[in-house]
């Protein structure tokens, strides 16, 4: 049986199963065994659809500059099958436990995003299981294009991504990193956008203090006078304050941020020479923080010790899209009102398709800025009191945020940034039953 018919197969046996249940009841959710969702969620009933055998990669052809891949297939695994063929997925999200799936049903982002876009911008065709079993195949241009365009950043609520068509890029075997150091957050921006229109295969940065800016660019290469090793004993966000220029496999590139989690394994102490010793090479990476964070979460530890200190915590772990003539003032106000660094940076291409549930201004350059840390505090606050002056913040500056972490926006508010007006007739056409939550009641009710 070949990959194809194998996937039928196994898609014919998902439906049976499906029929065979019953109706209505508990909510449906998906059984995930990992989850790079940073919101705390009500343990609500739901009946959970285990798609976990839906992770292959299908077929790859370089030829024509695209893959087909199944939905719970993590992005580790379609770069060890990509690669081979001298291509990789055109946006690779920075952590490997994340699943095609999820980076098409919410937001994936990457150093190629200056040039391909976010991870649902390289999308050509996409299988989705709606809640009430049916499968339908949606492209562009068919009569499924309404729910191909409102398939990302819909988190599950208008179904499932059972196969996906996507873009990939050529790669070189080698990447040849160039980081410069700014002062001036208007001189950074400004090159930034200067950046994104040179010859440059990667473009990101750093914000580690406010006279401190990394802007990082890669290029292919064929050939590396030495490759740096950023999976044991080296940490790659601390290469950029004393390297100018650096060299990676192509592997090793995309997955520069994965070992330390960018840097929050510092939370975990995984910095510290001889944790890092203990942990060893095979469990430095986001999968074994995530299952500390889990852990951590579900016997609170660290809220007890913060008791304990008379201490307020708040985690604010925030990705947000922000006009690029107002990333310099986004910034001052990140440094101003909650204090996290260091800031990751990533441009976005200016949209070249609308995508309804992230709304980006045609014609306008976004830049991501990432920021995941806790802001302490000896004052009570209303719960998520810093997360909620960042979401007016972006608002008020004309960018998006993304849903995978906590949020708390009121309905009428949510419903403006995130287009529910056109939400509304998808989900009466998709999940006519109401079978899936909606959108507001998932990411933000967190239900």
């Not at 050509?124 to 009430?132: E, I, K, N, T």
């Not at 650096?246 to 995984?270: E, G, H, P």
């Amino acid at each position: 049986m070949n990959a194809g018919q194998d996937h039928e197969a196994r898609k014919a046996a998902l439906l049976a199963t499906l029929q065979a249940g019953e109706a209505g009841g508990a909510p449906l959710g998906l059984h995930k065994r990992t989850s790079n969702l940073f919101r705390d969620r009500k343990e609500s009933a739901k009946r959970r659809l285990d798609l976990g055998t839906f992770n292959h990669v299908l077929e790859v052809d370089p030829a024509e500059g695209w893959v087909d891949v199944e939905g719970l297939t993590t992005f580790e695994a379609l770069v060890d099958q990509t690669l081979p063929h001298g291509v990789m997925p055109a946006v690779v999200p920075q952590l490997k436990t994340i699943t095609v799936g999820g980076a098409a049903a919410g937001v994936g982002i990457e150093a190629t995003s200056f040039r391909q876009g976010l991870v649902h911008d390289t999308l050509l065709a996409l299988d989705v299981l709606l809640p009430g079993g049916d499968i339908v195949h949606c492209t562009p241009h068919n009569e499924h294009a309404d729910l191909f365009h409102g398939f990302p950043n819909s988190y599950g609520t208008l179904g499932y991504a059972l196969r996906l068509r996507m873009r990939t890029l050529p790669v070189r075997p080698f990447a040849r990193v160039d980081h410069v150091r700014y002062s001036d957050p208007q001189v950074y921006f400004r090159d930034v956008g200067r950046a994104c229109e040179s010859d440059a295969d990667f473009v990101d940065g750093v914000v580690f203090s406010p006279d401190s800016l990394i802007l990082s660019t890669a290029r292919f290469v064929d050939t590396a006078p030495w490759q740096s090793d950023y999976g044991y004993q080296h940490i790659y966000y601390r290469s950029l304050l004393h390297k100018t220029t650096d060299y990676l496999n192509v592997r090793d590139y995309l997955w520069r941020w994965d070992t330390d989690w960018f840097w929050c394994s510092k939370n975990v102490y995984a910095q510290n020479w001889l944790v890092r010793r203990l942990l060893g090479r095979e469990r430095l990476n986001s999968r074994t923080y995530t299952r500390i964070m889990r852990w951590n979460a579900r016997w609170g530890l660290t809220r007890a010790l913060s008791r304990l200190r008379g201490d307020h915590p708040e985690s604010v772990i925030q990705d947000v899209d922000i006009p690029i003539e107002h990333a310099p003032e986004f910034l001052a106000f990140l440094l101003r009102e909650i204090g996290l660094l260091p800031i990751w940076i990533c441009p976005v291409r200016p949209p070249q398709a609308q995508f309804t549930l992230y709304p980006l201004r045609e014609g306008t350059r976004y830049v991501n800025f990432g920021f995941w840390d806790v802001v302490h505090s000896l004052a009570a606050h209303e719960p998520g009191h810093y997360n909620r002056l960042v979401e007016a913040e972006v608002l008020r500056l004309g960018g998006i945020k993304s849903l995978y972490s906590d949020s708390f926006f009121d309905r009428e508010t949510f419903a403006r940034a995130y287009n529910m007006a056109a939400y509304e007739p998808l989900k009466r056409k998709y999940d006519p039953g109401g079978r899936t939550l909606g959108l507001y009641e998932k990411v933000v009710l967190r239900a």
